[in-house]
């Protein structure tokens, strides 16, 4: 049974940071690509990041240059470092290995 639990969210005002982290449970996470997703209320989940199992790695626009995605093979886990939070970043943010997705976890951005 593979588990993801997502931690690290949480309520800052724009132009702070934050950092997520999603571990996971499962054998092979070192061969897994990983990604993040957000769903923010009234809209669809979208694709924030993924990372491959060798790095590469992958940001849609709006967060380019402001978003890190990094992974430790040894913890199993994907971390995603938010710089920069803007309030139009406030959103449920979920990790997802294959099929399978974390709980998620709140970021909420005031102006």
């Known amino acids: 049974q593979v588990q993801l639990v997502e931690s690290g969210g949480g309520l800052v005002q724009a132009g702070e940071s934050l950092r997520l982290a999603c571990k996971v449970s499962?054998?092979?996470?070192?061969?897994?690509?990983m990604a993040w997703f957000r769903q923010a209320p009234g809209k669809e989940r979208e694709l924030v990041s993924h990372?491959?199992?060798?790095?590469?790695?992958y940001y849609v626009d709006s967060v380019k240059g402001r978003f890190t995605i990094s992974r430790d093979n040894a913890q199993k886990t994907v971390y995603l470092q938010m710089n920069n939070l803007k309030p139009e970043d406030t959103a449920v943010y979920y990790c997802?290995?294959?099929?399978?997705w974390g709980q998620g976890t709140q970021v909420t951005v005031s102006s």
């Open positions: 997802k290995l294959n099929s399978y």
């Open positions: 499962a054998l092979t996470f070192r061969a897994e690509n």
């Open positions: 990372i491959s199992w060798s790095g590469v790695t």
